[in-house]
């Protein structure tokens, strides 16, 4: 295999990553309508959809596999490619989370839509950080997923909002008992996203630059 040939392979997975990267965005954003609407017809196709999502990351990996096989690639090439093995592995799980949302409406007895201001804010702002952290995945940009990295402490936040405010529907009215922790549910799958997402962001800067911001952390507490 020439450079140009391995070249060439590299931006093929590239593109297959884009690609998964939008089916998540997608199941998010549907997964959390479903919720919102009681839509028991988009929760399962949220839940078909997550196979496709699945199939993806086996394809990408095998392409990689194949690549790291056929080429004993360099170091920086060889970083990409185990830095996209990680990124697909932690947009599994993102689906995995769109998954289990859909999960939790398909098994509801709800018959009204929700109103939620904080879930969809948390939504929002999820799928913009898994945009950028894409983007910073695609163009190299350093400065982007350290930003990505970073912006997983507001989804923290607005769980820990959302969660309080639950728990006070509970204390005022028990009848609010299942819908509040519906929506718990809901939100945590959101908020565990965001550390994933969060974590692409500090692969990007090791695919980068060959370190780790996790690591920096820990030499900062030390």
């Given amino acids: 295999m020439t450079r140009e040939v391995l070249y060439t392979k590299m931006e093929e997975v590239e593109n297959d990553v884009m690609d998964m990267g939008t089916l998540c965005m997608e199941a998010i954003k549907n997964s959390v309508e479903s919720f919102l609407n009681c839509d028991k017809e988009l929760a ?5 959809n997550d196979d496709v999502i699945d199939r993806k990351e086996m394809e990408i990996e095998e392409k ?3 690549i790291i096989a056929l080429q004993q690639p360099v170091a920086s090439d060889l970083r990409t490619i185990l830095t996209v093995i990680k990124i697909i592995s932690k947009l599994e799980k993102i689906g995995d989370n769109a998954s289990k949302i859909a999960k939790i409406v398909l098994k509801s ?4 839509k929700r109103e939620n201001e904080i879930l969809n804010v948390m939504t929002e702002y999820l799928e913009k950080m898994l945009k950028d952290a894409l983007v910073s995945f695609r163009t190299r940009n350093e400065s982007l997923a350290r930003d990505v990295y970073s912006r997983d402490k507001k989804i923290d936040k607005l769980y820990e909002q959302l969660y309080r405010e639950m728990i006070s529907y509970i204390i005022e009215n028990p009848k609010n008992t299942t819908m509040a922790t519906e929506t718990i549910f809901a939100a ?8 994933l997402v969060a974590s692409i ?22």
């Fill in 188 to 195: 945590k799958y959101l908020e565990r996203s965001g550390n």
């Fill in 201 to 222: 962001g500090d692969r990007v800067v090791y695919m980068i630059t060959g370190e780790r911001i996790k690591e920096e952390e820990f030499d900062f507490k030390h």
């Fill in 109 to 112: 007895e709800c018959t009204k």
């Fill in 44 to 48: 399962k196709k949220v839940r078909e």
């Fill in 64 to 66: 990689c596999v194949s």
